[in-house]
């Protein structure tokens, strides 16, 4: 029943809680849904999880007895926390003297936070465009597989000769590298948000 909710959850909230967990961090996801109206605790989060799994080859301790252990679940929302989806308060356990977290999610926020990343990886990309088109590299041709690119003042500064071979640096064309930049800026453009 569970399962098919899984399948109801917002494709793209679905992608990018895999991206910052993998399938567990979907799993986390539900429940914090599930737990709308209230609040739940990382312990009630790891048994809910437990039972839906339980009796399926779904195991995410794979390395020991256990299918799934707090801490995991645990680490899991704190992921979802640093990447403001999920939220927290706690609340200290008068008789045990520990305290107890209760979380929920903000996954309203998705949108905003796929802007955000959209813009981060635009302007990374129009900085590296824009510095390869203001610069041009040298590279020793002997050691290209190094990957080692010398500006035009530290070619300069060698002699236009390779500091690890001797051999000459050479001028590399970085018209491939910029036209893939500009690809890429087109490609992040164009990527359509669509979130109900
Ligand atoms: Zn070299």
């Not at 979907?26 to 914090?32: A, C, K, Q, S, T």
């Not at 739940?40 to 779904?58: C, L, S, V, Y």
């Not at 802007?115 to 465009?129: H, M």
Request: glycine share 4%.
């Amino acid at each position: 029943m569970r399962l098919s909710r899984i399948i109801e959850l917002n494709p793209y909230l679905q992608s990018f809680l895999y991206i910052i967990g993998g399938d567990i961090a979907i799993y986390v996801g539900m429940e914090l849904l599930n737990s709308e109206s209230k609040d739940i605790t990382d312990e009630d989060i790891t048994e809910n999880i437990k039972e839906h799994i339980e009796g399926t080859d779904i195991d995410f301790e794979p390395d020991d007895t256990e299918i799934l252990k707090l801490n995991t679940v645990r680490k899991t929302l704190y992921k979802l926390y640093s990447e403001k989806l999920a939220q927290f308060r706690r609340i200290r356990d008068k008789s045990t003297g520990w305290f107890i977290y209760y979380w929920w999610h903000e996954f309203d926020l998705l949108e905003e936070i796929i802007l955000e990343k959209k813009k981060l990886i635009e302007s990374k990309l129009r900085d590296r465009l824009e510095f390869e088109q203001n610069n041009y590299f040298f590279i020793c041709i002997n050691c290209e597989d190094s990957n080692i690119k010398y500006n035009f003042e530290e070619a300069f500064e060698l002699n236009f000769r390779c500091p690890n071979c001797g051999g000459s640096l050479e001028a590399q064309d970085n018209q491939a590298i910029i036209e893939f930049l500009k690809n890429k800026i087109v490609l992040n453009e164009n990527t359509k948000i669509a979130i109900d």
